[in-house]
């Protein structure tokens, strides 16, 4: 069985799914089968709620401040298990509860997820991965025709919720690209951050 829970560089990771409406150029789930102190995380089958509960409370959260829904896959296409596994976190661990997402999951439900999230999360960190449609769809070819645009709807959204939210982009894009995409950031009043890609 594939790990749900897994640490890396001391932060404690929840490997909900390995689906996604998303096929990234640079996806870890390429190259490897496993990030961290897992195994594989590679599901035969997506993990029930009970079961994402018992990886819980199997686990020793002393010493981490934040729970991140990551993984091999998006964490929103789980959305019913996220939103009542996050919520069972927080109220019997008392820990923080970060998303890291594609930002496509009210496109992939064809509703506004945010209120949904808002009742479980604390902060939203959104792949933005380019600065503009163009790149964007050649670097992460989602399912939807119009994924640039929804992307930013919904960390407009996020951002008008109250929710903590970020894009994030690769440090191995090109520096105009990160400044580029810096400034969208700072446009829509999000905040910004350059992740190390593995
Ligand atoms: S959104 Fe994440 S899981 Fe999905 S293809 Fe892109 S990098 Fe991989």
Known sequence: M???????????????????????????????????????????????????????NRFDFEGYEELVYCGYGEPTCALDN???????????????????????????????????????????????NAPDEKKYMEVTRPQFDNAFRGMLDFAEECRNAGLKVCFTVVDVLPEEEIEASRRLADSMRIGFRVRHFA
């Open 2 to 56: 594939a790990d749900i829970l897994y640490t890396y560089k001391n932060e404690v990771y929840v490997n909900l799914t390995n689906k996604c409406d998303c096929s990234c150029t640079f996806c870890i789930r390429s190259h490897k089968d496993a990030v961290g102190d897992a195994d594989t995380l590679w599901h035969r089958k997506d993990p029930s709620l009970a079961e994402v509960e018992q990886a819980m």
């Open 82 to 128: 996220l939103i009542a596994s996050a919520k069972y976190a927080k109220e019997k661990y008392g820990i923080k509860v970060r998303v890291n997402t594609n930002g496509l999951g009210s496109l992939y439900w064809n509703r506004d997820i945010v209120p949904e999230l808002k009742e479980a999360v604390d902060i939203v960190s959104i792949s933005l």
